[in-house]
C-alpha cells in the first residue's frame, strides 16, 4: 500500500489535532455558552428551525452522487441504496428501517454487479 | 420528584440513540483504521476522536494531512465541515441556555448530529419539559454514543489491519443521514429546504475547501424559512 507508514510531521499533526479541538468547541459553544437565556430574534429561530434538514442533505449529496470509495466515478449500488434509504424512511419514518433497506439494497447490488 | 424524572429523561434518550450505534460504531472503527493506516499513532488517533469529537471533521482533516495540504486549509475545511455544529448550538440555545454554565460547556462538548437530531424532535414535541429533564435527555443522547465512538476508534486503531473494501463502509455515513431526514420532513418547508440544499449542493461542489456544503446549508435554511412565511401567509402552514 502507498500511504501505509507514512508518518505525517508530528508538528504539522498535532497542530491541526489542537486547532480541531479548540476550534470545534469554540463553534460549539459560541451561542449555548456565550448567548445562554438571552431571547434570540425571530428570525434567527425561523431560519434554525431548517438546519438539520439542509445542512444535512447538502453533506450528503456529494458523497452519494461522487463516492470516494469508486474515485468519484458515480456509482449505481451506491445511488440506488441512497434512494431506496431516503424513500423508506420517507415512508415508514422509522430511520433503523432505512438504514436496513438502504444496507440491504447496498450489499445486494454490490453482489449482483461484482 | 424531578429528579427521577430527569433520569427516567436520561434513559428514554438513551433508548432512542440505539439506532445511531449503526453510525457511530461503524464509524469510529472506520476513524481509527484509516488513522491508523495513515501513520498515526494510537495516542494521536485517540486524542483526536477524544478532543474533536466530531466524525466529518475528523475524515476531512485526516483526508487533507494525506494529501499534504497546507495546515491552514486543513483546519479552515474541516471546521467549516463543523460550522453546522454551531448551528445546532444556536437551535438548541432556547432550550438548553438556561442551564448553569459547567453544563453549557458539557453540552457544547456534545452537540454532534446524533444529540441534536434526537434532542430538538424531543424538545419540540414536548414542549412542557423542564430545563434539567432537558439537560437530562440531551446528555442521555450520548450516554450511550459517545462511549462507544472512543471504543470503536480504539478497536479501529488497534485492529489497524484494513477492513475488507467489500464491506463498503465507506457507504455507512450517507445511509445513515439519509435514513434521519424521512421522519425530518414534516411540512411542507421542510421540503422545500431540503430539495433548494441538494440542488445547492450539487452546484457548489466546485467551490474549494468545502464551503460548498456552508453555501447549501444556507441556500436550504433560507428557503425554508421564506416557504414557511409564504406557506403561513395562505393560511397553508400554522
Same mark, same amino acid.
Request: hydrophobic share 60%; no cysteine.
Given at each position: 500500500m502507498t500511504v501505509h507508514g507514512t508518518p505525517f510531521d508530528p508538528v504539522t499533526l498535532w497542530i491541526v489535532i489542537i486547532g480541531m479541538a479548540v476550534g470545534s468547541f469554540a463553534l460549539r459553544f459560541v451561542f449555548i455558552g456565550l448567548v445562554g437565556s438571552r431571547a434570540m430574534p425571530q428570525w434567527v429561530l425561523l431560519h434554525l428551525r431548517y438546519t438539520a434538514v439542509a445542512m444535512i442533505p447538502a453533506l450528503v449529496t456529494p458523497l452519494v452522487i461522487w463516492p470516494s470509495a469508486t474515485g468519484g466515478e458515480p456509482d449505481l449500488p451506491r445511488m440506488s441504496a441512497a434512494a431506496v434509504t431516503l424513500v423508506v424512511g $420517507? =415512508?415508514?419514518?422509522?430511520?433503523? !428501517?432505512? &438504514?436496513?433497506? +438502504?444496507?440491504?439494497?447496498l450489499y445486494l447490488l454490490l453482489w449482483l454487479l461484482v | 420528584?424531578?429528579? %427521577?424524572?430527569? /433520569?427516567?429523561?436520561? =434513559? /428514554?434518550?438513551?433508548?432512542?440513540?440505539?439506532?445511531? &450505534?449503526?453510525?457511530?460504531?461503524?464509524? *469510529?472503527?472506520?476513524?481509527?483504521?484509516? *488513522?491508523?493506516?495513515?501513520? @498515526?499513532?494510537?495516542?494521536?488517533?485517540?486524542?483526536?476522536?477524544?478532543?474533536?469529537?466530531?466524525? %466529518?471533521? #475528523?475524515?476531512?482533516? $485526516? #483526508? @487533507? @494531512?494525506r494529501e499534504e495540504a497546507p495546515t491552514l486549509i486543513i483546519l479552515a475545511s474541516a471546521l467549516a465541515v463543523n460550522l453546522r455544529v454551531a448551528m445546532y448550538s444556536a437551535s438548541l440555545t432556547p432550550y438548553l441556555g438556561g442551564a448553569p454554565l459547567w453544563q453549557r460547556a458539557f453540552a457544547a462538548y456534545f452537540t454532534v448530529d446524533q444529540s441534536y437530531s434526537l434532542s430538538i424532535v424531543q424538545f419540540e414535541k414536548e414542549p412542557e419539559m423542564t430545563l434539567p429533564q432537558r439537560m437530562a435527555y440531551f446528555f442521555g443522547s450520548n450516554g450511550l454514543i459517545a462511549p462507544l465512538w472512543y471504543v470503536a476508534t480504539l478497536? +479501529?486503531? $488497534?485492529? +489497524? !489491519?484494513? &477492513?475488507?473494501?467489500? =464491506? %463498503?463502509?465507506?457507504?455507512?455515513?450517507?445511509?445513515?443521514? @439519509?435514513?434521519?431526514? *424521512?421522519?425530518? $420532513?414534516r411540512t411542507p418547508a421542510h421540503v422545500v429546504a431540503m430539495l433548494v440544499a441538494i440542488v445547492t449542493a450539487i452546484l457548489a461542489v466546485g467551490v474549494p475547501y468545502n464551503l460548498g456544503l456552508l453555501v447549501a446549508g444556507i441556500a436550504g435554511m433560507m428557503a425554508g424559512a421564506q416557504a414557511e412565511l409564504w406557506l403561513t401567509r395562505r393560511g397553508l402552514m400554522t
Open positions: $420517507l =415512508w415508514t419514518k422509522n430511520v433503523l !428501517a432505512g &438504514i436496513a433497506a +438502504g444496507a440491504a439494497t | 420528584m424531578p429528579s %427521577a424524572t430527569s /433520569k427516567s429523561y436520561f =434513559w /428514554k434518550a438513551v433508548r432512542e440513540s440505539f439506532p445511531f &450505534i449503526f453510525v457511530a460504531g461503524p464509524f *469510529g472503527l472506520l476513524f481509527g483504521v484509516l *488513522g491508523a493506516e495513515a501513520g @498515526l499513532n494510537l495516542v494521536e488517533v485517540m486524542t483526536f476522536s477524544v478532543t474533536v469529537f466530531a466524525g %466529518a471533521a #475528523q475524515f476531512t482533516a $485526516l #483526508q @487533507l @494531512l478497536v +479501529g486503531a $488497534l485492529v +489497524g !489491519a484494513r &477492513i475488507p473494501e467489500a =464491506w %463498503a463502509l465507506d457507504f455507512a455515513l450517507p445511509i445513515a443521514f @439519509l435514513a434521519m431526514i *424521512g421522519p425530518m $420532513l
